[in-house]
């Protein structure tokens, strides 16, 4: 039987059928856990239900030797890059480790970082997780730094941030121009595609226009790479502000108005970033986004509302 390469249409196609049964998996875990655990603890564990969920997935279809769901929608095969031969299971196992692993330790490694730059003074978790000894390490190397060195480092870490964003982004650009590697994962594990049955030669209309599309992918990036600069210039003039309109208050007068209002319920913390629902409460702007990816709705009043109308108050005492 003929194999040749698989194209981008196919390769989209069956990401979508496997983000669309990733995400059921993920919300009926996260719904469970919320039912039984509260929604407290859901929004500490939030990242790892969804990376468990992801694992299952392809510890039962990928690892397994499987095609995915969505592989097997399309009519595509995973190959090595000699092309001739299936992954591995050390490069399937690798495959998985790049496409869940890496993100999260990634998104999570970096949140603690800029929690205890921001933070002042020392923090100290009671709880235990998996990535408790990497927190103590990330504590010991900013508790060195003067206070200047972590207004500096501050920016850095935001820059970071996006410029991961903007790797994805680009990535996906250069995907659509040269039609190999949708992600990053799997460009890193070697792992390609090939179709099989329905091998007719495309249409040169289709591949061209996946070419133009990232092109203009390319030109939105550039667009979006000096609006994130502004941005960034714009949050560390808010956080300045913030921290000016705070020092103006009695120490005393700031601990009161904490400990009574200042509190978001989702994570019974002292809220950051406030944002206001339309219909008037304040969450953490971290805590609402989070709840509004499985409910569209207060927590409080159980008002119905799109997330878009979330209202971010810069410089809310």
């Not at 970096?110 to 921001?118: A, F, K, R, T």
């Not at 995907?175 to 890193?188: C, M």
């Not at 000016?244 to 700031?254: A, E, G, I």
């Amino acid at each position: 039987m003929p194999l040749v390469p698989a194209n981008q249409p196919q390769l989209i196609r069956s990401c979508q059928k496997d983000e669309f049964y990733q995400n059921n998996l993920t919300n009926n875990a996260n719904e469970l856990v919320h039912t039984f655990a509260g929604s407290r603890r859901w929004l500490q564990c939030r990242k790892e239900i969804e990376l468990l969920s992801d694992l299952t997935y392809y510890v039962l279809t990928t690892l397994s030797g499987y095609q995915t769901l969505g592989e097997e929608y399309v009519s595509i095969i995973q190959v090595d890059p000699s092309k001739r031969r299936i992954p591995s299971r050390m490069r399937r196992t690798a495959l998985i480790f790049f496409h869940t692993f890496v993100p999260y330790l990634m998104d999570k490694v970096l949140i603690c970082v800029e929690n205890e730059l921001e933070a002042e003074a020392p923090q100290t978790s009671r709880t235990w997780n998996p990535l408790s000894h990497v927190r103590f390490w990330i504590q010991r190397a900013v508790g060195i730094l003067t206070e200047s060195q972590r207004k500096s480092l501050i920016p850095l870490v935001f820059a970071l941030q996006q410029g991961i964003t903007l790797l994805y982004r680009l990535h996906v650009a250069v995907f659509y121009i040269s039609g190999a590697f949708y992600h990053i994962g799997k460009r890193a594990a070697g792992v390609s595609y090939l179709r099989v049955g329905n091998v007719s030669g495309d249409d040169p209309r289709i591949s061209n226009g996946y070419r133009l599309l990232g092109a203009l992918s390319l030109l939105q990036l550039g667009v979006t790479l000096t609006l994130q600069f502004n941005n960034l210039k714009q949050r560390q003039r808010a956080r300045q502000e913030w921290k000016q309109h705070r020092n103006l208050l009695p120490s005393r007068q700031v601990s009161e108005s904490s400990s009574r209002s200042s509190r978001c319920i989702l994570c019974l913390e002292e809220r950051r970033n406030t944002t206001c629902t339309p219909c008037g409460h304040l969450f953490c702007w971290e805590c609402i986004t989070e709840w509004c990816n499985t409910k569209t709705e207060c927590p409080l009043c159980r008002e119905k509302f799109q997330p878009h109308r979330l209202v971010y108050l810069r410089s809310y005492k």
